[in-house]
């Protein structure tokens, strides 16, 4: 999570190496651009402080493997999304200030609202020995446990989903719809598992997407 924010931020500053400094000094930047660094720093933030903090991890580990593919794949979408977006003839969206600020507050809740799952599933409640569900509390935030088994995925489909609206690029929409492949075949893993566990209670449940999924 640290490479894609300081990726992001080296395009942001406008290297000389990366784009012709006339060009970059001539065009103006759209506030979009601004609200776009503000936001894909603060997903990243929020992840590595949430992994530092939040998360409880077992005592495995992740495979080589598997963590050089995770770091190819974020690093290289990052640097294509942060040159599209940073780039001095960088076309802003269609609708104007309508379309980004929608988008933005629809990314700020989503945002939010994965931070306060994480929070929760880091903090389950315990009845006996006996693990329980997941369930939603007085948080708004964690009322989606109702319709789904995997909100955290939810919110993170959301999040990217939101940041394609607010900027308007093909990169962006790109990887936003390979994120959402992935978050439902993980959610798909997970409430399989939790339909072995705790079948009266997520029978109901959709895994990521309410209806959909």
């Known amino acids: 999570?640290?490479?894609?924010l300081v990726i992001y931020l080296l395009f942001y500053i406008r290297l000389s190496t990366i784009y012709d400094q006339v060009e970059s000094k001539?065009?103006?930047?759209?506030?979009?651009?601004?609200?776009?660094?503000f936001c894909h720093c603060l997903h990243y933030i929020r992840h590595l402080l949430e992994t530092l903090f939040v998360h409880k991890f077992s005592g495995g580990h992740t495979p080589l493997k598997n963590m050089i593919k995770g770091c190819v794949f974020y690093w290289g979408f990052t640097a294509w999304i942060a040159y599209y977006i940073n780039h001095p003839q960088y076309?802003?969206?269609?609708?104007?200030?309508r379309q980004v600020s929608f988008a933005a507050l629809a990314f700020l809740m989503c945002e939010a609202g994965n931070h306060f799952i994480n929070v929760t599933l880091a903090h389950q409640n315990h009845s006996g020995t006996k693990a329980c569900f997941p369930s939603s509390t007085y948080n708004p935030?964690?009322?989606l446990f109702l319709l789904?088994?995997?909100?955290?995925?939810?919110?993170?489909?959301?999040?990217?989903i939101s940041f394609t609206v607010m900027t308007q690029t093909l990169p962006v929409g790109i990887f936003a719809f390979l994120m959402v492949v992935q978050m439902s075949l993980w959610a798909q893993k997970k409430h399989k598992l939790y339909l072995k566990r705790f079948?009266?209670?997520?029978?109901?449940?959709?895994?990521?997407?309410?209806?959909?999924f």
């Open 1 to 4: 999570y640290t490479g894609p």
């Open 26 to 37: 001539k065009n103006f930047r759209h506030p979009v651009v601004h609200l776009a660094c």
């Open 91 to 97: 076309t802003p969206p269609s609708f104007g200030h």
């Open 141 to 143: 935030f964690t009322w």
């Open 148 to 160: 789904v088994s995997c909100p955290n995925y939810t919110y993170e489909v959301g999040s990217w």
């Open 199 to 212: 079948y009266p209670e997520v029978r109901r449940k959709a895994a990521v997407i309410p209806i959909i």
